[in-house]
């Protein structure tokens, strides 16, 4: 009774002591989990994927992915008694151990799935001891995991040659498929690989491969799994020598995502939609052929914000091919007069029809300027933002307030860099791009204008929760400012969309950085907002090139090659002015402008009279009536050629010049005119 109470401790102590050395020992799972990162498009398929260590491509399967054929061979040549074990398999053990004392060698082995998966987790020499210590591993492992998580795992880890480990990458790699595409040869050779993996690679030793294949597809038929005709078949198939490299699309996109993977979850399924992501690269690559510069576009999904398309670069080859532009800070031109006038009409301050001077205008020691420093007196905020006018989108901004535009923009999760330091401001200069901004900035403000005015941050999973919005303008605002884009010119090649059916009715605003280092296009239909950006990313100048010139005309070309064009309404050209609430930064034309000579001017005159050149008059009206010009109270006649009215001074001292309608308003300038001699002097 002693001895067997002994034993009965003794047996409690040696379970006791394996679950404490099991606790304080366990197999290292963790590395089982350290696979590639995969990133695939929203409907599964492939974009890009990254290796893991020393350039393994190493992909986690998954059982429901792979071919049951596969499945069930695999464990019928590799460990038949596999869903019967606990990690080791006994009868395979003893079997192993009369083979090896009958031929005085290992003949057959007794590894299970479980202790391979073990042996390539812990690599260790082929040894007694290091088997004794795979067998416990298995054991270990077979108590923390169910059978399909081992399968997984083994599936994932097993070698196949060279840098490829899994039967995801082995069946891309050597096959192009997936792992439920195979035929009865390629499932044959994939189990006979990884028993030599380096002495069986097609691409390498293909009579090897073959071989060792034949003999694989023997003993299915001998097991009743192939059929004769199905073995002849498969014998017959050639060995592919061929190794496929594997997607590497949009891979600027799976650079930003592939830190959300984690080891459970590697495979993150973006926002992408292949087709697009395809049509989108090879416009961009078609688009800088034939020059030294670089673009960057995103393609937005208006009722969801998630990013359709993304090309941060049109090409490795390109200046700053490596870099995202699409998230680097750049100068916006003039892309954000939109959002100025909208938060103007939110205001109250103006609208549509508003008129608003466009005039040298200076806001203390900031003197904005035209792009083509002409100035055309009073227009409406209309043709201002229609023309991208620059004084009078400073004018608005300055009566808006520069801090409440910046807190606005950045409330959206579009971030304005200022320039220098953190602490610098931008100023009135952020109406004329002034501060950086990316182009996924400004595709979340060109997507609130489409969205009536709510701002969301882009999406770039498929998956991912919708995020909440901000108001960033009034529904009605950005309907307003929809409807003058929409009314912009075409780039030349582009027929308006109001003269044709069935085409995107494209809402677009172009913009140019100071010294042209930066062309812009963005637009935006009901469904689809696109930034497209073109330059160098050294901020190398581009002489002359303009957003309207570089940039819209891919952006067009964008538009031309998406779907979802018959959700658009039908968008009739503005055929009158709207109304306009009230003068909006300068005096209501009610009466003549006059244009030349301005008010207070000092003009050189070379000689009086009729023996001088004279000086042309010119004067804005807003009836087409004649207008009549006096000096001095007296009339000045137009001439019956030219029809303009050409005064000639006949001498040194100060005028006053007076235009007058035909309802009898009238303007007046007064001017000063000096003599002017060929030694560059002046005469008083």
Same mark, same amino acid.
């Given at each position: 009774?002693?001895?067997?109470?002994?034993?009965?401790y003794?047996?409690?102590?040696?379970?006791?002591?394996?679950?404490?050395a099991?606790?304080?020992?366990?197999?290292?799972?963790?590395?089982?989990?350290n696979?590639s990162?995969?990133?695939?498009?929203?409907?599964?398929q492939? !974009?890009?994927?990254?290796?893991?260590e020393?350039?393994?491509?190493?992909?986690k399967? &998954?059982?429901?992915?792979?071919?049951?054929?596969f499945?069930?061979?695999?464990?019928?040549?590799?460990d038949k008694?596999?869903?019967?074990?606990?990690?080791v398999?006994?009868?395979?053990v003893?079997?192993?151990?009369?083979?090896?004392?009958?031929?005085?060698?290992?003949?057959s082995?007794?590894?299970?799935?479980?202790?391979?998966l073990? +042996?390539?987790?812990?690599?260790r020499?082929r040894?007694?001891?290091?088997?004794?210590?795979?067998?416990?591993?298995?054991?270990?492992?077979?108590?923390?995991?169910s059978? +399909?998580?081992?399968?997984?795992?083994?599936l994932?880890?097993t070698?196949y040659g060279?840098?490829?480990?899994?039967?995801?990458?082995?069946?891309r790699?050597?096959?192009d498929k997936?792992?439920?595409?195979?035929?009865?040869?390629?499932?044959?050779?994939?189990?006979?690989?990884?028993?030599a993996?380096e002495?069986?690679?097609?691409?390498?030793?293909?009579?090897?491969a &073959?071989?060792?294949?034949?003999?694989?597809?023997?003993?299915?038929?001998? %097991?009743? #799994?192939? *059929?004769?005709l199905?073995?002849?078949e498969?014998?017959?198939?050639?060995?592919?020598?061929?190794?496929?490299?594997?997607?590497?699309?949009?891979?600027?996109?799976?650079?930003?995502?592939?830190?959300?993977?984690?080891?459970?979850?590697?495979?993150?399924?973006?926002?992408?939609?292949? +087709?697009i992501q395809t049509m989108?690269?090879?416009?961009?690559?078609?688009y800088?052929q034939?020059? /030294?510069?670089?673009?960057?576009?995103?393609i937005?999904?208006?009722?969801t914000?998630?990013?359709?398309?993304?090309?941060?670069s049109?090409?490795?080859?390109?200046?700053?091919?490596?870099?995202?532009m699409?998230?680097?800070?750049r100068?916006?031109?003039?892309?954000?007069?939109?959002?100025?006038?909208?938060?103007?009409?939110?205001?109250?301050?103006?609208?549509p029809?508003?008129?608003?001077?466009?005039?040298?205008t200076? #806001?203390?020691?900031?003197?904005?300027e035209?792009?083509n420093r002409?100035?055309?007196? /009073?227009v409406?905020?209309?043709?201002?933002?229609?023309?991208?006018l620059?004084?009078?989108?400073?004018?608005?901004?300055?009566?808006?307030? %520069?801090?409440?535009?910046?807190s606005?923009?950045?409330?959206?999760?579009?971030?304005?860099?200022?320039?220098?330091?953190?602490n610098?401001?931008?100023?009135?200069?952020?109406?004329?791009?002034?501060?950086?901004m990316?182009?996924?900035?400004?595709?979340?403000?060109?997507?609130a204008?489409a969205?009536?005015?709510?701002?969301?941050?882009?999406?770039?999973?498929?998956?991912?929760?919708?995020?909440?919005?901000?108001?960033?303008?009034?529904?009605e605002s950005?309907?307003?400012?929809?409807?003058?884009l929409?009314q912009?010119p075409?780039?030349?090649?582009?027929v308006?969309?109001?003269?044709?059916?069935?085409?995107?009715a494209?809402?677009y605003?172009?913009?140019?950085?100071?010294g042209?280092?930066?062309?812009?296009?963005?637009?935006? %239909?009901d469904?689809w %907002?696109?930034?497209?950006?073109v330059?160098?990313?050294?901020?190398?100048?581009?002489?002359g090139?303009?957003?309207?010139?570089?940039?819209?005309?891919?952006? #067009?070309?964008i538009?031309?090659?998406?779907?979802?064009v018959?959700?658009d309404?039908h968008?009739?050209?503005i055929?009158?002015?709207?109304r306009?609430?009230?003068?909006?930064g300068? *005096?209501?034309?009610?009466?003549? @402008?006059?244009?030349?000579?301005?008010?207070?001017? @000092?003009?050189?005159?070379?000689? #009086?009279?009729k023996?001088?050149?004279?000086l042309?008059?010119?004067a804005?009206?807003?009836?087409?009536?004649? !207008?009549?010009?006096?000096?001095?109270?007296?009339?000045?006649?137009?001439?019956e050629?030219?029809?303009?009215?050409?005064?000639?001074?006949?001498?040194?001292g100060?005028?006053?010049?007076?235009?007058?309608?035909?309802?009898?308003?009238?303007t007046?300038s007064?001017? +000063?005119?000096?003599?002017f001699?060929?030694?560059?002097?002046? @005469?008083?």
């Amino acid at each position: 009774m002693a001895t067997l109470r002994k034993w009965i401790y003794g047996f409690l102590f040696f379970c006791g002591a394996l679950l404490i050395a099991n606790v304080a020992f366990p197999p290292p799972l963790e590395k089982a989990y350290n696979t590639s990162t995969l990133i695939v498009d929203k409907n599964g398929q492939w !974009l890009n994927a990254y290796t893991v260590e020393n350039g393994r491509w190493r992909i986690k399967a &998954e059982l429901d992915g792979i071919d049951e054929n596969f499945i069930a061979q695999l464990i019928a040549i590799e460990d038949k008694r596999f869903y019967r074990h606990s990690g080791v398999d006994p009868i395979a053990v003893v079997r192993a151990i009369r083979s090896w004392k009958h031929h005085g060698r290992a003949v057959s082995g007794a590894s299970t799935l479980t202790m391979q998966l073990v +042996r390539k987790l812990e690599p260790r020499p082929r040894t007694l001891r290091s088997k004794a210590i795979e067998t416990i591993r298995a054991v270990q492992i077979e108590m923390r995991l169910s059978k +399909r998580e081992i399968l997984e795992l083994y599936l994932t880890h097993t070698p196949y040659g060279a840098n490829i480990e899994g039967i995801v990458a082995a069946s891309r790699i050597y096959f192009d498929k997936t792992p439920n595409q195979l035929t009865h040869a390629q499932i044959a050779q994939l189990i006979s690989l990884p028993q030599a993996p380096e002495a069986r690679r097609p691409d390498r030793h293909p009579e090897n491969a &073959e071989k060792t294949r034949n003999k694989i597809l023997a003993k299915l038929h001998k %097991t009743g #799994f192939i *059929t004769s005709l199905q073995l002849r078949e498969a014998k017959e198939e050639k060995i592919s020598t061929r190794k496929y490299t594997l997607p590497n699309d949009a891979w600027l996109t799976g650079r930003k995502l592939k830190n959300i993977a984690t080891p459970l979850y590697p495979k993150i399924t973006s926002s992408l939609d292949t +087709r697009i992501q395809t049509m989108l690269a090879r416009l961009g690559r078609d688009y800088t052929q034939s020059d /030294q510069f670089n673009v960057a576009a995103i393609i937005i999904d208006n009722e969801t914000m998630k990013v359709r398309g993304h090309l941060g670069s049109a090409g490795r080859n390109k200046p700053g091919g490596w870099i995202d532009m699409t998230s680097r800070p750049r100068s916006p031109g003039s892309t954000l007069k939109p959002f100025i006038y909208a938060f103007a009409f939110d205001d109250g301050l103006s609208a549509p029809g508003s008129f608003v001077l466009d005039a040298p205008t200076r #806001f203390g020691s900031y003197q904005p300027e035209n792009f083509n420093r002409r100035y055309y007196g /009073q227009v409406r905020i209309f043709e201002a933002l229609g023309h991208s006018l620059n004084v009078p989108a400073v004018i608005a901004l300055d009566k808006v307030g %520069t801090d409440r535009f910046e807190s606005a923009l950045n409330l959206t999760g579009a971030k304005v860099s200022k320039p220098n330091s953190v602490n610098s401001d931008a100023g009135l200069a952020l109406a004329l791009g002034g501060a950086g901004m990316t182009v996924e900035d400004i595709a979340i403000l060109y997507a609130a204008l489409a969205n009536g005015g709510q701002a969301r941050p882009l999406v770039w999973l498929e998956n991912e929760t919708p995020h909440s919005s901000y108001k960033l303008m009034s529904e009605e605002s950005a309907r307003k400012i929809t409807t003058i884009l929409r009314q912009a010119p075409t780039p030349n090649g582009r027929v308006p969309h109001w003269l044709t059916q069935n085409s995107h009715a494209i809402a677009y605003k172009t913009g140019t950085s100071y010294g042209f280092r930066d062309a812009w296009a963005a637009g935006y %239909t009901d469904k689809w %907002t696109i930034i497209v950006w073109v330059g160098r990313p050294d901020g190398a100048p581009r002489v002359g090139k303009t957003g309207r010139q570089a940039a819209a005309p891919l952006l #067009f070309d964008i538009f031309a090659n998406l779907p979802g064009v018959g959700s658009d309404q039908h968008y009739q050209k503005i055929q009158s002015a709207p109304r306009g609430l009230k003068v909006f930064g300068g *005096t209501a034309i009610n009466q003549p @402008e006059i244009l030349f000579p301005p008010n207070g001017a @000092e003009i050189a005159v070379s000689e #009086f009279g009729k023996a001088g050149r004279g000086l042309s008059f010119a004067a804005r009206s807003p009836t087409a009536d004649p !207008l009549q010009w006096y000096v001095d109270g007296k009339p000045i006649s137009r001439q019956e050629t030219s029809r303009k009215t050409i005064w000639y001074p006949k001498g040194n001292g100060f005028y006053k010049v007076s235009v007058v309608a035909k309802n009898g308003s009238a303007t007046h300038s007064f001017i +000063r005119v000096i003599a002017f001699d060929r030694n560059n002097s002046y @005469e008083n």
